[in-house]
């Protein structure tokens, strides 16, 4: 009996455990493809396997036919040679799998700070929910996923070290090595112990208390962790180069102007629809509120609302840093509150708290993992790109008949190219936007959105063949169009070929195909 007593606490799942277990096999089991509904997965991999097999880092583009090749700061090479690793031993089952992983510690990390601040185990849940609801707009397979969890670690280390004083910012400097290795959210890291050195500093300015001296030490040292942050960060392949890569990235207005994740969020697609509650209930719960914030937190509120307004990838980060917050002004609140529901939530709250404190271990989210593993090896659960709004099928016929010549393709079809046809196939463009640069994104937004001189630009690149979306404008203009001949068409996508000598063999041979009525 006394045996079955020391065991019990190990069997009984956490609420942590909970949520981990739930989002990892429904992320991992899930027969919808969500983390790879963005093929920028495929190149990342092949990136991956490029710097394995060769051990360099490429300095220039290898995947487009653009000569000479563009410069490329390949400033995510880590996290592709994670990807290249895991592919090799299990495919993309396998990165789907780990990302899945990956993402589920981030909110079982963030439940568990919450519960830091909150004594309301039930309140707690909820905003964890919340946040998890929000971010879930940008869960894909790809490196950024690195970014919310070093964000996840790094903010609570910051706030352990201004709210209950224990220093662990040592292991600030070895997560920032690794953090711009992995992926360019890095700069959040600074935006973040920024804010951090900034407010201690003006509360050192402002204070007149005993707390004074308490800002200044604090701000001296979290002022000596950012220059050696700083310096560890140039650790890199390109150095001092990384840092000004994310600049670039943010003034090119091309990029940001038309690339989906970095457009402000369209708050009439249902996608959004949590992110939009969240900043109504954050609102709501500050004007109610009785306690002030102080110039860290105000700071953080107003900066990661502004990039979530800008961009729609930056959502996820607003849910992260604003729930902390929100859940220090929401327990006093619930405290003071009275009533006969709120009498309730509390004594449930309480009576759920002391079971879940008495869980321990982490059985339940090892026992997942392995199982999640085990189902990958044996086959038994499979991801892939979706073959009904990716051009499998067409590259398919690509590998088969080896067209020559340069093609024009879109981004998207691009990254999947690479993936799957890369070295035989060189594309056009491809989801490295920030590689092409102004010039060669403004040509290729021409031909894609079909506006006048398009032709000019087929011609400038010597373009033989297009591989273009189904059912679009440009794809029926083609159809039209003496000069290409359809060779290949699915519900997804088609393939032209210039209408010259030296195509005249396949245009002969495929002369019958016609085009796909448009789903649905």
């Known amino acids: 009996m006394n045996r079955l007593k020391r065991i019990?606490?190990?069997?009984?799942?956490?609420?942590?455990?909970?949520?981990?277990?739930?989002?990892?096999?429904?992320?991992?089991?899930?027969?919808?493809?969500?983390?790879?509904?963005?093929?920028?997965?495929?190149?990342?991999?092949?990136?991956?396997?490029?710097?394995?097999?060769?051990?360099?880092?490429?300095?220039?583009?290898?995947?487009?036919?653009?000569?000479?090749?563009l410069p490329w700061t390949a400033h995510e090479w880590l996290s592709e040679v994670i990807m290249a690793t895991i592919h090799r031993a299990a495919g993309l089952t396998g990165v789907a799998a780990f990302f899945s992983c990956i993402i589920s510690l981030v909110y079982y990390l963030i439940f568990k700070i919450i519960r830091v601040y909150n004594g309301n185990i039930l309140a707690a849940s909820f905003i964890t929910l919340l946040v998890l609801a929000t971010s879930q707009i940008h869960w894909l397979a790809r490196p950024h996923i690195f970014s919310l969890l070093l964000m996840v670690v790094w903010y609570y280390l910051l706030d352990k070290y201004q709210y209950q004083h224990e220093d662990y910012l040592y292991l600030l400097a070895p997560i920032m090595l690794l953090w711009v290795n992995l992926h360019g959210g890095f700069m959040a890291g600074f935006i973040l112990i920024g804010i951090y050195l900034v407010g201690n500093f003006v509360m050192f300015i402002t204070s007149k208390d005993s707390k004074k001296d308490l800002h200044r030490q604090k701000a001296k040292k979290l002022g000596l962790v950012t220059v050696f942050c700083f310096l560890v960060c140039l650790i890199n392949p390109y150095t001092y180069h990384i840092l000004l890569f994310p600049f670039k990235l943010a003034s090119n207005k091309v990029l940001m102007d038309n690339v989906l994740e970095f457009m402000s969020p369209n708050f009439h697609k249902p996608s959004v629809i949590f992110f939009e509650f969240?900043?109504?209930?954050?609102?709501?719960?500050?004007?109610?509120?009785r306690i002030r914030l102080n110039i860290i937190e105000l700071t953080m509120v107003i900066l990661f609302t502004h990039m979530s307004l800008y961009s729609a990838r930056y959502i996820p980060l607003f849910a992260i840093i604003v729930a902390p917050v929100l859940i220090k002004q929401a327990e006093p609140m619930l405290e003071q509150s009275v009533g006969k529901?709120?009498?309730?939530?509390?004594?449930?709250?309480?009576?759920?708290?002391?079971i879940d404190a008495s869980a321990k271990g982490y059985l339940w989210p090892i026992l997942a993992i392995v199982l999640v593993a085990a189902l990958v090896a044996k086959g038994k659960i499979e991801h892939s790109f979706d073959e009904k709004i990716k051009p499998v099928a067409a590259v398919e016929f690509l590998e088969k008949e080896t067209l020559h010549g340069n093609m024009f393709d879109n981004d998207e079809f691009g990254d999947y190219i690479i993936y799957a046809a890369w070295p035989q196939y060189k594309v056009f463009f491809d989801g490295r936007s920030d590689m092409y640069g102004t010039d060669i994104a403004k040509e290729y937004l021409r031909v894609v959105r079909f506006k006048h001189g398009w032709e000019k630009?087929?011609?400038?690149?010597?373009?033989?063949?297009?591989?273009?979306?189904?059912?679009?404008?440009?794809?029926?203009?083609?159809?039209?169009?003496?000069?290409?001949?359809?060779?290949?068409?699915?519900?997804?996508?088609?393939?032209?070929?210039?209408?010259i000598p030296e195509n005249q063999r396949l245009i002969e041979k495929y002369s019958n195909v016609e085009p796909v009525e448009e789903i649905g």
């Open 341 to 354: 529901f709120i009498s309730f939530f509390k004594k449930r709250a309480s009576n759920i708290s002391t």
């Open 8 to 69: 019990t606490p190990f069997l009984i799942p956490s609420l942590a455990d909970i949520m981990f277990v739930s989002l990892f096999l429904i992320l991992s089991l899930s027969a919808n493809k969500g983390l790879l509904n963005d093929c920028d997965t495929g190149y990342h991999i092949r990136a991956g396997e490029y710097i394995i097999d060769t051990l360099s880092i490429p300095k220039h583009d290898i995947f487009s036919f653009i000569s000479p090749p």
């Open 278 to 289: 969240f900043m109504l209930l954050t609102l709501g719960l500050f004007a109610l509120s």
């Open 457 to 499: 630009i087929i011609e400038k690149y010597n373009i033989t063949w297009i591989i273009y979306n189904a059912n679009s404008v440009f794809s029926r203009f083609l159809l039209q169009n003496d000069d290409w001949k359809l060779i290949y068409a699915d519900k997804v996508a088609n393939i032209f070929l210039k209408n």
